[in-house]
């Protein structure tokens, strides 16, 4: 048999770490999910998922991703249910994530949350931009000779 998800998604809050009773370590955390298609009104939805990790990842997770990170996630779809204080039996399907990827640069995910965060735009923090040509958002001048194709 076949389980297998790979997910990528914004984490819609701060991941939470917890530890069992046993000292092993657990993070929860909740991962939008865009759809590959557009609704009637011409916006794209997205799914919100639960996840869960495990051990010394879930400690990791918990370190360097945030609210808003952008994280791919492979793991595998689990189920499980408990019973409440109330008595009524609840079912929950999580993905149980056992590799994530930290899909963007650490400077380029806090000046989005330092724009999203602040009513102010911040854009002068051109010293710490990932840009992998350097250009710090200038134009480039590229010729037709320059392309290898």
């Known amino acids: 048999m076949i389980n297998r998800t790979v997910l990528v998604g914004r ?5 939470e770490l917890r530890y069992t009773n046993s000292g092993v370590a657990v993070t929860t955390f909740s991962l939008a999910v865009n759809r590959q298609f557009t609704n009637q009104n011409g916006e794209r939805e997205a799914d919100f998922i639960s996840c869960v990790i495990w051990r010394k990842a879930a400690e990791n997770f918990a370190n360097f991703a945030h609210k808003g990170s952008l994280v791919g996630i492979d793991g595998r779809i689990q189920t ?3 019973e409440n204080n109330q008595g009524t039996r609840v079912y929950v399907t999580e993905v149980v994530a056992d590799n994530f990827s930290l899909l963007e640069s650490r400077s380029k ?3 989005r949350q330092n724009r999203n965060g602040n009513s102010q735009n911040n854009n002068n923090n051109h010293g710490n931009d990932a840009s992998p040509f350097g250009n710090h958002g200038d134009q ?3 010729s037709s000779d320059d392309l290898p194709f």
Do not use: A, F, G
């Open 80 to 82: 499980r249910n408990y």
């Open 140 to 142: 480039i001048d590229i």
């Open 109 to 111: 995910s806090e000046n």
């Open 11 to 15: 984490l819609t809050r701060d991941p």
